[in-house]
């Protein structure tokens, strides 16, 4: 925490450092110290961390990151000393740059309709835009076009003068109108599991847990934290509730940028200021840039934003300071009732007549601080990346050094602030007289910073209430901070492909149990199992039986083919929702999602089919144990089959109607041409068969049921040839009646075959037909 923002910033012997907070220390119960440097002190250690190469000990980043902090220990004399930070030995030492969000004559249209018409805007650090307009004028969208979730017909993007990539987009923290979650898990659990994907693998699981404790308690969430997330079926989280756990899962990663839509909605007044002031001070004090839609604020909300940018039919009405928008309107003959709340007015008012709405659409065009032209400008700039590349707080500081640029004067220039901010209790202080010296290093110090990865869980900060919504002032993104403008910078994850792995396969067993084992399910289930036992009690081996006995295996492999299928069928497009706006965050890789969907679910899909077949095959008949044990394995296999086919058409189809008649027509063709329903098929058609996962399953069930133990006596009236010389039928005859060739092992083979290809096209659809926007 501290060194590693000294790591990015030339100290001068003019230039005077204050190391004085190590809180967080105290606050994990471990002990900190202030320390105040010298000016030598601080000198030395700039000739310390001048090495800003790798260095050549074979040491990683990280670790030479904490030897510096060591080193800086000794240069204090001793004093410096942190025990929290060191004893991590994880500092990741550059941290989160605040964000300039600059949006230019933003165009949208959908089907032909204009939606956004020229709507420009800049929000610096530490400032909180608030957007508001009639339901309907395009709020929403405008959220979407900033976070790259919509498609611009024209106008630009910038943050921090960079085009907003893909890179960029998973570093935007978008807190969504809709709140989406898995409506099984709790709380807590939808909490931690963010926290363990979403927080660096740096933080140790402790570590974690206290930041999720943390926000819970800030958010106000203690009271319900183990009730679960509910949906339109089952009560869970009133809607307020909801959505102080939506925020709460995105603050988790303490973003420079958030766009919050409607935050406040469901929320009483008081929670709704209670939220709002406890965003207006993250903003303030981490420097971070918000976002936020709103409807009706009251007088106090809406004076906690800085900026306004009121929208009517897609249109800007006003874009500017709230402070001046009363000014605005009375300047054009529109003046506000005394005592009545501007933020009502002023919605009045762009809900008027056509004319009304004319008038002040071409007002705001003449405002001041919408200077069109100058954001134009501003969007045509190459871009100067080695003036944003470093660390926590440089930015602001940079952009006042940077000289003014004609015709991009966005109004005031943004107060110089500190290298770093302080904050109440003390965080970090730091003057830089001579910043032209700390630009200058910021410009050498570019190739590394993509190698900092940007954690360290420090400090817990709190404000006058003793509560806060951060822990330290630096994100816990996941990207790098490279500032390249390119793509093809290299995404860092904030968690390893085992952890993403491990954890969401915890996640998905735990958030699919209730709905696969089900007490519907299970009584379902045991049901089935007896009802099938008893109509199939004990079959004699004979030609009599034969087709009873087939039955049997056909009705047990087909039902519980269908039964996995429409169930994978039907919970995904509810998960996809989920996973939809975690990927949209960069929480994890698709892959590893995917593959901790098949072995989360595994058990689950397995246990209903085992359950039916341990009460359903000792009385139909118990031949063996192997028998038992090998009719098992199968009844499984093509469980999981056809689970992996359910999956596939239910990532390939957006329309859960559309997927479920497909499936439907699959299945039913499957079932036909599975060797039992119809056994005279044309000739022309017999290829079907190939195609269906119900044969290859069928045939295996009969080879290994009637290749052990007692032959199928023949009839006296025998339908088969072979009686005529002999008193039993063969297994082969048997499966040759319904045009069945495979051995066991071919028949299981291409069982695997359609297990991997619908699993591969389940994860290519995902990959590339279906990715979220
Ligand atoms: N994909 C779409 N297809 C058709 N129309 C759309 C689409 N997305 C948005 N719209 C239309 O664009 C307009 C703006 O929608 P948007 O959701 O941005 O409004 P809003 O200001 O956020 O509304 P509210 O305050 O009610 O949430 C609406 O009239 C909406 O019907």
Not at 665 to 693: C, K
């Amino acid at each position: 925490m501290v060194l590693g923002v000294c790591c990015e910033a030339e100290a001068t012997p003019d230039t005077t450092l204050a190391v004085v907070d190590c809180d967080g220390a105290s606050d994990s119960g471990l002990s900190g110290v202030s320390v105040g440097l010298s000016a030598e002190a601080v000198t030395e250690a700039a000739r310390m961390i001048d090495r800003d190469d790798e260095p050549d000990t074979g040491l990683s980043r990280l670790q030479y990151n904490v030897l510096l902090a060591d080193n800086m220990s000794e240069v204090a004399g001793g004093a410096l000393h942190c025990p929290f930070l060191l004893e991590q030995g994880e500092a990741h030492l550059a941290g989160t740059r605040p964000l300039e969000l600059v949006f230019s004559g933003l165009s949208v249209s959908v089907a032909s309709r204009s939606i956004l018409r020229d709507v420009s805007g800049v929000v610096r650090p530490g400032e909180m835009l608030a957007v508001m307009g009639p339901s309907g004028c395009g709020k929403t969208t405008l959220l979407n076009c900033l976070s790259g979730r919509t498609e611009l017909d024209s106008g630009c993007i910038r943050l921090n003068r960079e085009r907003l990539t893909k890179r960029w987009k998973r570093r935007i923290c978008y807190v969504l109108q809709q709140d989406i979650f898995f409506p099984d898990l709790t709380l807590r659990q939808t909490l931690e599991y963010a926290a363990r994907l979403r927080l660096p693998e740096s933080m140790s699981h402790r570590q974690k847990m206290m930041y999720v404790d943390h926000i819970i308690d800030v958010l106000d969430l203690n009271a319900c934290q183990d009730t679960r997330m509910g949906d339109y079926t089952k009560r869970g989280l009133s809607g307020g509730e909801k959505k102080r756990a939506n925020i709460a899962c995105e603050l988790l990663t303490n973003p420079a940028l958030m766009l919050l839509d409607e935050p406040t909605s469901g929320l009483d007044s008081h929670s709704a200021y209670m939220l709002m002031s406890s965003l207006k001070r993250y903003a303030e004090k981490e420097s971070k840039t918000l976002v936020v839609t709103v409807h009706q604020p009251s007088s106090q909300i809406f004076y906690m934003f800085d900026k306004l940018l009121l929208l009517c039919n897609g249109q800007t009405a006003y874009f500017g300071d709230v402070n001046k928008v009363v000014d605005f309107f009375n300047n054009i003959g529109l003046t506000v009732t005394p005592h009545y709340n501007p933020a009502d007015f002023i919605l009045e008012c762009v809900k008027g007549s056509e004319e009304m709405k004319e008038k002040i659409v071409t007002a705001a065009k003449s405002l001041p601080t919408y200077q069109q032209e100058a954001l134009s400008d501003y969007c045509a700039l190459p871009v100067p990346t080695h003036l944003y590349q470093v660390g926590a707080m440089v930015s602001p500081l940079v952009h006042s050094q940077v000289p003014a640029t004609p015709g991009c004067d966005f109004g005031k220039p943004p107060p110089p602030l500190p290298l770093w901010s302080s904050t109440p209790n003390g965080a970090l202080a730091v003057s830089v007289p001579n910043a032209v010296s700390l630009t200058t290093k910021c410009v050498v110090s570019n190739h590394n910073s993509h190698n900092l990865s940007n954690h360290v869980y420090s400090t817990i900060v709190k404000d006058e209430e003793g509560k806060s919504l951060w822990l330290d002032s630096q994100s816990h993104g996941s990207s790098s901070v490279s500032s390249s403008a390119d793509d093809d910078v290299r995404w860092q994850w904030p968690t390893s492909f085992w952890t993403q792995f491990k954890v969401l396969s915890a996640r998905n067993f735990q958030e699919a149990r209730p709905r696969m084992l089900s007490k519907l399910y299970w009584l379902q289930t045991i049901g089935l199992g007896l009802m099938v036992g008893n109509v199939y009690f004990q079959l004699e081996r004979k030609e009599e039986s034969l087709h009873d006995i087939q039955s049997w295996m056909f009705f047990s492999v087909n039902y519980w083919m269908l039964f996995a299928l429409f169930n994978a069928l039907s919970s995904f497009p509810a998960e996809r929702e989920v996973v939809n706006k975690e990927r949209l965050s960069g929480s994890y890789r698709l892959s590893a999602y995917y593959l901790a969907k098949m072995a989360g679910e595994l058990p689950l899909t397995m246990t209903l089919p085992a359950v039916y077949h341990i009460i359903s095959y000792p009385l139909f008949g118990f031949r063996s144990s192997s028998v038992f044990l090998t009719m098992l394995g199968f009844l499984l296999l093509s469980t999981v089959v056809a689970q992996s086919a359910g999956f596939f058409v239910g990532a390939a189809c957006m329309d859960l109607n559309v997927s479920i008649t497909i499936s439907a027509l699959y299945t039913l063709a499957t079932q036909l041409f599975g060797g039992y329903l119809a056994t005279n098929i044309p000739s022309w058609l017999r290829w079907m068969r190939y195609l269906s996962m119900v044969h290859y399953a069928y045939q295996n069930m009969q080879i290994v049921e009637f290749s052990e133990g007692e032959r199928i006596q023949c009839a006296v009236q025998s339908k088969f040839e072979v009686c005529a010389n002999s008193t039993d039928i063969p297994v082969s005859v048997i499966l040759e009646r319904q045009g069945a060739n495979l051995p066991l092992w071919a028949n299981t083979l291409v069982l695997l075959f359609f297990l991997v290809i619908f699993r591969v096209l389940g994860y290519v659809v995902l990959r590339y037909f279906r990715q979220p926007k």
